[in-house]
């Protein structure tokens, strides 16, 4: 009893570990054998003063210690595998395993797309298991060297003023809100209706537009949010049909006479689209600025959809991906930019590429504060979901092909008639929207491939293209004033200004009144300079 009360820390710990081999000196009083420490070498002690030995001993016991501690960890390891190993010996064939396999599965088939990334000779399970494993030893690595960055400027907060805007009233009983610049409705030759693009709203329409422009061609430029943007009604479940709809309550509210001209720019441009199929009799013309197309289009070839994408950065191109297939995620990866209440340039939060012209432009003053109000009025009500379903509705099913705009008429014909077809080269009637299409495409822009202007042309016989060369996403479509009478010349021709609007009944009379009265002054003033009585 006494023996097992004076047995010392190692002691104790060399019974549940085992022999390792390793002999600490001067614990317990005890000195160790003189064969043991010659066994061990002559480097614990040697030849060194004795004045060390003690500093040396302690360093030989923490060494011995950790030695110990990690053989037995060892131990318990290959205990506890061997326990979990015997636990599920034949747990495969339980119901739970069999739910389990039956999720894993499911899951599987669904991450199958991502193998298409991988090269052919590589087992996907093994290959992904090692990307996640890089993955995560990356994140670790940077979120432990994030605490040695220095420190940066935090980001101001967004300030969101108070509610502005005019609304109407949609049958619906949404409320829709809207924007006016330009002429008077009255006196407008030109009336033009721009859907916003994504993170934007109605104070968007054409940035920098002037006054004096849109009075010297007569233009009443209308734009309005987007439901689920700045101060307009959400709409569950919206698709592109409901918002031509949108477009076409919006032009019959502000009394908008017959036709008007729609623009769309960038992500905008899928709404103009939707107008031109759907509401094609009050449309008079489509101005579009690099607009976006459905990459899976019918009518798009493989290469026409790779050319889409080419130029894009890789976190956009995942977050197609989560669009298109998992949408479920993107809340979260907006909370973090532009939902944050936090200010940001517009590459930062779209992982956006961009060119020197526009690199350019995004750095000036005059942008940026467009941007911050811009942005700061498209989140006002602080809801993802109008933004994922605006990111769902770019990639998913549209309802039409871009092919379906214009289609040439199909006659019904007998065997006759299509024999005769093949000598007579006339012409076959179109049909869908006739009139102008205009389409502007900066051939530096790495937002929207220039590949997707051809394959507008190529599916859309009567869009004309207008190439710019050196111009980006941003640069010839925002704060240009030479672009835009570029622009307006190109749609309208030469400026005519507003129209004289129509006298009222009131004031043709006064006009009347003032023509008959005027002679009889004259007269009096006449006859008073020479004197009649």
């Given at each position: 009893m006494s023996a097992a009360a004076t047995m010392t820390w190692h002691e104790d710990l060399s019974t549940l570990v085992g022999d390792t081999g390793v002999r600490l000196p001067g614990a317990g009083g005890h000195a160790p054998p003189a064969a043991n420490v010659a066994a061990v070498g002559a480097g614990w002690y040697g030849e060194e003063e004795e004045g060390r030995a003690e500093e040396e001993g302690w360093a030989q016991q923490a060494k011995g210690f950790a030695e110990s501690t990690a053989e037995m960890?060892?131990?318990?390891?290959?205990?506890?595998?061997?326990?979990?190993?015997?636990?599920?010996?034949?747990?495969?064939?339980?119901?739970?395993?069999?739910?389990?396999?039956?999720?894993?599965?499911?899951?599987?088939?669904?991450?199958?797309?991502?193998?298409?990334?991988?090269?052919?000779?590589?087992?996907p399970v093994r290959c992904w298991l090692i990307v996640a494993a890089v993955a995560f030893v990356t994140l670790l690595v940077l979120g432990v060297g994030s605490g040695n960055e220095t420190p940066v400027e935090l980001p101001k907060k967004l300030i969101i003023g108070p509610p502005s805007a005019d609304r109407i009233k949609l049958p619906d009983g949404r409320h829709l809100a809207y924007e006016e610049q330009g002429v008077s409705a009255n006196r407008a030759r030109f009336s033009l209706i721009a859907p916003h693009s994504f993170l934007s709203s109605r104070l968007a329409g054409i940035p920098g537009i002037s006054a004096s422009l849109l009075e010297e061609f007569g233009v009443r430029l209308v734009t309005y949010d987007l439901p689920g943007f700045g101060e307009s009604d959400p709409h569950l479940g919206r698709n592109l049909n409901s918002s031509a709809l949108d477009m076409l309550y919006l032009a019959n509210a502000l009394n908008i006479p017959e036709k008007f001209w729609v623009v769309g720019y960038s992500g905008g441009g899928m709404h103009a689209w939707s107008a031109l199929r759907y509401i094609p009799d009050r449309i008079a013309g489509a101005a579009m600025f690099a607009p976006m197309v459905?990459?899976?289009?019918?009518?798009?070839?493989?290469?026409?959809?790779?050319?889409?994408?080419?130029?894009?950065?890789?976190?956009?191109?995942?977050?197609?991906?989560?669009?298109?297939?998992?949408?479920?995620?993107?809340?979260?990866?907006?909370?973090?930019?532009?939902?944050?209440?936090?200010?940001?340039?517009?590459?930062?939060?779209l992982s956006l590429s961009l060119g020197k012209k526009d690199k350019t432009l995004l750095e000036g003053p005059v942008f940026n504060a467009f941007w911050e109000r811009n942005v700061a009025e498209s989140v006002r009500q602080g809801d993802a979901r109008p933004f994922v379903e605006e990111a769902v509705l770019q990639v998913s099913d549209w309802g039409f092909s871009l092919s379906d705009i214009q289609m040439q008429k199909k006659e019904a014909r007998g065997f006759f008639e299509l024999i005769k077809s093949l000598f007579n080269q006339a012409e076959r009637e179109w049909v869908g929207f006739l009139g102008p299409i205009h389409i502007w495409q900066g051939m530096d822009d790495r937002v929207v491939s220039p590949s997707v202007a051809e394959f507008v042309r190529r599916v859309v016989p009567g869009a004309t293209v207008h190439k710019l060369l050196a111009e980006g996403h941003f640069s010839y479509f925002c704060f240009c004033d030479e672009c835009h009478r570029q622009i307006f010349s190109t749609l309208f021709g030469i400026p005519q200004g507003p129209i004289n609007p129509a006298l009222q009944p009131s004031e043709v009379v006064s006009e009347l009144t003032e023509e008959t009265t005027v002679p009889d002054n004259d007269t009096d003033q006449e006859q008073g300079k020479s004197g009649l009585p």
């Amino acid at each position: 009893m006494s023996a097992a009360a004076t047995m010392t820390w190692h002691e104790d710990l060399s019974t549940l570990v085992g022999d390792t081999g390793v002999r600490l000196p001067g614990a317990g009083g005890h000195a160790p054998p003189a064969a043991n420490v010659a066994a061990v070498g002559a480097g614990w002690y040697g030849e060194e003063e004795e004045g060390r030995a003690e500093e040396e001993g302690w360093a030989q016991q923490a060494k011995g210690f950790a030695e110990s501690t990690a053989e037995m960890l060892r131990e318990l390891g290959r205990g506890l595998w061997d326990v979990a190993a015997q636990s599920l010996a034949g747990a495969e064939d339980s119901e739970l395993a069999r739910r389990l396999r039956k999720r894993a599965s499911a899951t599987g088939k669904r991450l199958s797309f991502m193998n298409e990334y991988l090269p052919e000779e590589r087992d996907p399970v093994r290959c992904w298991l090692i990307v996640a494993a890089v993955a995560f030893v990356t994140l670790l690595v940077l979120g432990v060297g994030s605490g040695n960055e220095t420190p940066v400027e935090l980001p101001k907060k967004l300030i969101i003023g108070p509610p502005s805007a005019d609304r109407i009233k949609l049958p619906d009983g949404r409320h829709l809100a809207y924007e006016e610049q330009g002429v008077s409705a009255n006196r407008a030759r030109f009336s033009l209706i721009a859907p916003h693009s994504f993170l934007s709203s109605r104070l968007a329409g054409i940035p920098g537009i002037s006054a004096s422009l849109l009075e010297e061609f007569g233009v009443r430029l209308v734009t309005y949010d987007l439901p689920g943007f700045g101060e307009s009604d959400p709409h569950l479940g919206r698709n592109l049909n409901s918002s031509a709809l949108d477009m076409l309550y919006l032009a019959n509210a502000l009394n908008i006479p017959e036709k008007f001209w729609v623009v769309g720019y960038s992500g905008g441009g899928m709404h103009a689209w939707s107008a031109l199929r759907y509401i094609p009799d009050r449309i008079a013309g489509a101005a579009m600025f690099a607009p976006m197309v459905n990459p899976y289009d019918s009518k798009m070839t493989k290469d026409e959809r790779r050319k889409t994408w080419d130029t894009w950065s890789t976190k956009r191109k995942l977050m197609h991906i989560l669009a298109r297939r998992f949408p479920s995620l993107l809340p979260f990866f907006y909370r973090q930019t532009f939902l944050s209440g936090k200010q940001g340039q517009p590459d930062s939060w779209l992982s956006l590429s961009l060119g020197k012209k526009d690199k350019t432009l995004l750095e000036g003053p005059v942008f940026n504060a467009f941007w911050e109000r811009n942005v700061a009025e498209s989140v006002r009500q602080g809801d993802a979901r109008p933004f994922v379903e605006e990111a769902v509705l770019q990639v998913s099913d549209w309802g039409f092909s871009l092919s379906d705009i214009q289609m040439q008429k199909k006659e019904a014909r007998g065997f006759f008639e299509l024999i005769k077809s093949l000598f007579n080269q006339a012409e076959r009637e179109w049909v869908g929207f006739l009139g102008p299409i205009h389409i502007w495409q900066g051939m530096d822009d790495r937002v929207v491939s220039p590949s997707v202007a051809e394959f507008v042309r190529r599916v859309v016989p009567g869009a004309t293209v207008h190439k710019l060369l050196a111009e980006g996403h941003f640069s010839y479509f925002c704060f240009c004033d030479e672009c835009h009478r570029q622009i307006f010349s190109t749609l309208f021709g030469i400026p005519q200004g507003p129209i004289n609007p129509a006298l009222q009944p009131s004031e043709v009379v006064s006009e009347l009144t003032e023509e008959t009265t005027v002679p009889d002054n004259d007269t009096d003033q006449e006859q008073g300079k020479s004197g009649l009585p």
